[in-house]
């Protein structure tokens, strides 16, 4: 999966880290396998390895240097010939706010039975975020740095931090 540099985070060992190029919402990553795998067992140790912890140092990065509140880490990749890559969603206080504005997304709790753990679920704000920030031709104005202040930012933070096996 071939990223323009303008996207580049970070390039470790076995992972790329870049931004979603099609994504409005500033610090929304894909970590991606260097080598094309389709699932972890395919990918080498010293891979697995370095995984764990350049996830965690994104997550960091995005708490610490663009104030999310959560940070969503998911594996979905169903696209043939696209190496196996994690998304990475930063879910910050003015999203969630967003997401409770838009009556359209009211209709998702017609879909639970019984009490939840809490008003909204992770599953339902990355809905959110896929639909209006990656797949809208104008998507919700951005509260915080752009795009590009959001990549020199995670950059910046990505690049001074270890992220191999020891």
């Known amino acids: 999966m071939e990223t323009s540099s303008d996207f580049a985070v970070l390039d470790a060992e076995h992972w790329r880290v870049s931004h979603r190029s099609n994504s409005a919402l500033p610090g929304y990553l894909i970590v991606s396998s260097r080598r094309f795998a389709t699932d972890l067992s395919e990918l080498s140790e010293g891979a697995l390895h370095e995984l764990g912890p350049l996830l965690a140092a994104a997550q960091t990065a995005l708490k610490q240097g663009l ?24 879910i910050y206080e003015w999203i ?10 009211r209709l998702l709790q017609t879909f639970a039975e019984g009490e939840g753990e809490s008003e909204t679920d992770g599953a339902e704000l990355t809905f959110f975020v896929w639909r209006e920030f990656c797949e809208r031709a104008s998507p919700p104005e951005i509260q915080g740095p752009s795009v590009a202040d959001a990549i020199q930012r995670l950059r910046e933070m990505m690049g001074s931090q270890s992220h191999g096996a020891d």
């Open 67 to 90: 104030n999310a509140e959560r940070v969503y880490i998911g594996r979905y990749g169903h696209v043939p010939g696209r190496t196996i890559h994690f998304h990475v969603i930063p």
């Open 96 to 105: 969630e706010r967003l997401f409770w504005e838009d009556d359209r997304y």
